[in-house]
């Protein structure tokens, strides 16, 4: 069992940056996968980014490459979401969640979900 807490989120002007968090408990942390979805209003949930259990490897969204870093700390328990240039489409919940040992960028593939955490970015 996992369990993943956001944080982070809040209000900024397009252009600036904001860094999520995302905890886990457990200890088999590195064994998981990390991703991070997003869902706006009216909209249905999409994928962002994903990092592998070593962080050796990574994966984005084609509309967040360049703007979104993902990263992580095994030793924390802990993954990012480094978000610069936000604009106002970018206001959405965003989500963490795990995946055992799998890379993925369909929201099906991930075991457990965090509450999510506001991110809501103002013209």
């Known amino acids: 069992q996992v369990q993943l807490v956001e944080s982070g989120g809040g209000l900024v002007q397009a252009g600036g940056s904001l860094r999520l968090s995302c905890a886990a408990s457990?200890?088999?942390?590195?064994?998981?996968?990390m991703g991070w979805f997003r869902q706006g209003p009216g909209k249905e949930r999409e994928f962002v980014a994903v990092?592998?259990?070593?962080?050796?490897?990574?994966s984005y969204a084609d509309s967040m490459k360049g703007r979104f870093t993902i990263s992580r700390d095994n030793a924390k328990n802990t993954v990012y979401l480094q978000m610069d240039n936000l604009k106002p489409e970018d206001t959405a919940v965003y989500y963490c969640?795990?995946?055992?040992?799998?890379?993925?960028?369909?929201?099906?593939?991930?075991?457990?979900w965090g509450q999510g955490t506001q991110v809501t970015v103002s013209s």
């Open positions: 457990g200890r088999t942390f590195s064994r998981y996968a």
């Open positions: 969640a795990a995946a055992k040992e799998i890379m993925a960028r369909s929201a099906r593939v991930y075991d457990y």
């Open positions: 990092i592998s259990g070593s962080g050796g490897s990574t």
